[in-house]
């Protein structure tokens, strides 16, 4: 974008200067961004309509199913009220955050300590190492899902959120690959010259790599973070249905609808709890935006 | 590995390599190393590294200790009757007074103890190694390393090993043991009628793979090629339909001179940040029966009558078409964005030039940009069909796999094979079959990702950018 500073001035007589078939298309891809824009905030406006709809029936029971019209009658908290105080809603959420901060403070370790070495250490058994991570990663997750369940259980750790963190970051060293790519960035010589220097490889990270490394490190940690409010097939196998006090706010809300009966009626209260999932997600994910966006970029651009 | 002779023979010398040295060592070595071949750590212990020589005695005590005895974790023993047991998979059928033996778990503990064997091997030749060096020290310096060096290494030349084994024992704990074990399930008849703890499983051979190909009863067998052809069609559609979705909505938000880029963007990362299970079941009610998208495309006239395209019965492509559909509004926003990253850095020299050369903007677009594009996300493109081949989540929560089709033989219209996957195994307990459709589904994956991975000049060049 290095003509920033020169479209902002110069619009106004650009736009005079340019030709009609240029104005049109101009003014078509306003609209069709707007027109998309709107297309992609619908169901989400849908959802957040429907967490405040307070319509009521004749018999003034809450009207809970999804209906027919988009724009809500009547607006009021009474779904979050519901939510907080009849549901298991505040403990999922308290389980989350709990499993969430545990996951990623081991995932953000184990993963870039092998996207480093991976990177950096040019030991004998590094390529072997990166086809066999590369062939782990093309089985299903799911299909040895069943074996650690089991596994958890010989150990005596199913059905619990200890169980979940393990889950979610054991196998986080294999996920090495964006990491990788932000240290091949990281210039050879910055290390050889530390070495020269006399320090050891374990300070080296310490105190020359990891400073430099907040883009990477912020990244790994942000999905890590978020991967848990997000996931809803481990944590179902590994906690089971029947224990509503353990699950995690997927999972919970999952059942609220979708249980042993489906539930259609408590709709506006799911809607309150997607709200309330959402909310901090999105409001992370905007503020750590420029460290997603470059995160994801380098990683799968580069390869 | 140009001529297959010349690889042949290099094969050989490099799996025949480990043995060659391993002899020398005992015949070079001092009479600690010598000793050390029988009794872990007595080398360490002859050149005065006593610390080290312990902890090595005590592996070797350890692992000999656990081979011995056996302990029994929920009444399964491990150890050598470990061994035992995983060709057996268990003898006592039980009755009321005692009950049968685990099938499962007496696979699970043979596997683990497979582990924990190649893990004393790699034990007991590293202690070996160590007092090898120590008489190699001796030799050129006179004196061997103390244990406070040896620590100190950990975190000098060999920290890559400190860094390494935590998440390396992760992935053998959490994955690699778990997928092996997956694997030798599906070479077992271990399914409804097998429970494990009640009743015991046996060895089958390939008869579950034979069964997805030819079973006489045949049910499995017609199911599994039109799931196996929608898994494809749905991957390739999913692919390239949000890949290029993505690069065009790319394109019209990095139009010179439009403004509010950043707000655009903002909107498609919002549904990025969503997560899935709210954004993907807030689409199932919105499009459902009850939703207000009927309303609107009954208004307009599309639709007579209500119509639920997800679960519509009568022909499976309404909801397979809805997923496409659905699946663009989740997945472009993430190609939008790594498209954007490339065309940032698409050098503006490049541009000038064309400029300068009189092209018009429909020949950059076709001659520049979209190259520039299509060559750096190409690994994106191949992670991404593998993803979908193996993308779970928005058909589980979309459809449920649903609608059910005749003879489904519990795979839905719009099931893929890992969703079918997932059914067989949680809900089915059909353990076997779903090991198998895990195999060939990572074949599949395998098969795309080395043919086209392996080409790309990402992977070729993987040093090339340092």
Not at chain 2, 4 to 18: C, E, H, M, W
Not at chain 2, 128 to 142: E, M, W
Not at chain 2, 411 to 421: C, Q
Request: aromatic share 14%; net charge positive; charged share 15%.
């Amino acid at each position: 974008m290095s003509d920033k500073t020169n479209t902002k001035t110069d619009t106004k007589t650009k736009f005079f200067n340019q030709t009609r078939s240029e104005k049109i298309s101009k003014v078509g891809a306003y609209i069709l961004l707007i027109v998309l824009s709107i297309i992609w905030l619908y169901p989400i406006l849908w959802i957040v309509l429907n967490a405040f709809r307070t319509e009521f029936n004749a018999d003034g029971t809450m009207v809970g199913t999804v209906v027919s019209h988009y724009w809500p009658k009547q607006f009021g908290l009474d779904n979050f009220k519901i939510l907080f105080a009849n549901t298991y809603f505040p403990v999922w959420f308290r389980n989350t955050l709990f499993v969430a901060i545990f996951s990623c403070i081991l995932s953000t370790m184990l993963n870039l300590s092998v996207a480093y070495v991976m990177s950096k250490v040019k030991f004998k058994m590094r390529k072997p190492f990166m086809n066999i991570a590369i062939v782990m990663g093309l089985f299903p997750g799911f299909m040895s899902m069943i074996a650690i369940y089991y596994i958890l259980k010989a150990l005596g750790l199913t059905q619990t959120l200890t169980a979940l963190i393990l889950c979610y970051s054991a196998g986080a060293g294999l996920g090495f690959y964006v990491g990788k790519g932000f240290f091949d960035t990281v210039p050879q010589a910055l290390i050889e010259a530390a070495r020269i220097d006399g320090a050891g490889e374990a300070r080296i990270f310490g105190s020359i790599i990891l400073p430099i490394s907040k883009p990477i490190i912020v990244y790994t940690a942000l999905m890590s973070f978020t991967a848990p409010w997000m996931d809803f097939i481990f944590a179902r196998v590994i906690l089971g249905e029947q224990n509503t006090h353990l699950h995690t706010v997927a999972v919970g809300l999952y059942y609220m609808m979708y249980g042993q009966i489906v539930d259609t009626s408590r709709f506006t209260v799911f809607a309150a709890g997607c709200v309330c999932v959402a909310l901090p997600i999105v409001a992370l994910f905007m503020y750590l935006q420029k460290y997603y966006i470059e995160g994801s970029t380098a990683g799968s651009v580069k390869g | 590995m140009d001529k297959n002779n010349n690889g042949i023979a290099r094969f050989l010398k490099k799996i025949s390599k480990p043995f060659i040295r391993f002899y020398n060592r005992f015949m070079d070595g001092s009479l600690g190393t010598k000793m050390s071949h029988f009794v872990m750590g007595s080398g360490n212990v002859y050149h005065g590294q006593i610390i080290k020589g312990l902890i090595y005695f005590t592996i070797q005590a350890g692992y000999a200790l656990f081979m011995i005895t056996c302990p029994k974790v929920n009444n399964t023993p491990l150890g050598y009757k470990a061994f035992i047991n995983l060709i057996t998979l268990g003898t006592e059928e039980g009755d009321i007074f005692t009950p049968a033996d685990n099938s499962m778990l007496m696979l699970l503990f043979g596997v683990v103890t497979i582990g924990i064997t190649l893990m004393y091997l790699f034990a007991y030749n590293s202690n070996i190694k160590s007092s090898y060096k120590a008489d190699q020290d001796i030799k050129n310096y006179g004196k061997v390393t103390s244990f406070k060096q040896d620590a100190k290494e950990m975190l000098g030349n060999r920290f890559y090993i400190t860094m390494l084994t935590p998440a390396a024992l992760g992935a053998v704990v959490f994955t690699l043991l778990p997928t092996i074990f997956m694997i030798l399930i599906s070479f077992t008849n271990y399914d409804k009628e097998h429970q494990a703890g009640l009743k015991l499983f046996d060895w089958v051979g390939f008869n579950n793979f034979t069964a997805f190909f030819t079973n006489p009863t045949g049910e499995i067998a017609a199911r599994f090629l039109p799931v196996l052809a929608w898994t494809l069609i749905w991957a390739f559609f999913a692919t390239f339909l949000n890949y290029y979705g993505g690069i065009l909505l790319a394109l019209l938000i990095n139009r010179k001179g439009l403004k509010g880029k950043k707000i655009f963007r903002a909107i498609f990362v919002l549904t990025i940040a969503i997560p899935q299970f709210v954004s993907l079941l807030a689409m199932r009610n919105l499009i459902g029966e009850y939703g207000p998208m009927q309303k609107i495309l009954m208004d307009i006239g599309i639709l007579s009558e209500p119509m639920s395209f997800l679960a519509n019965a009568t022909n499976v492509w309404t909801a397979r078409i809805a997923i496409i559909l659905i699946n663009l509004w989740v997945g472009i926003p993430y190609s939008m964005l790594l498209a954007s990253g490339a065309i940032m850095n698409i050098p503006e020299s490049l541009y000038e030039a064309a400029r300068i050369d009189g092209a018009k903007k429909f020949t950059i677009l076709r001659k520049i940009t979209m190259p520039y594009i299509v060559f750096i996300t190409t690994p994106y493109l191949i992670s991404s069909f593998v993803g979908n081949i193996t993308s779970f989540n928005i058909i589980y929560l979309l459809t449920n796999g649903n609608p059910k089709v005749t003879g489904g033989y519990i795979a839905g219209g719009t099931d893929l094979l890992v969703t079918w996957l997932y059914k067989l195994t949680i809900d089915e307990q059909q353990y076997n079959l779903g090991a198998v459709i895990g195999i060939l589904t990572f074949l599949i994956t395998s098969i795309v990702t080395l043919v086209t991975y392996r080409r790309s000049k990402s992977y070729k060049e993987e040093d090339a950018f340092q």
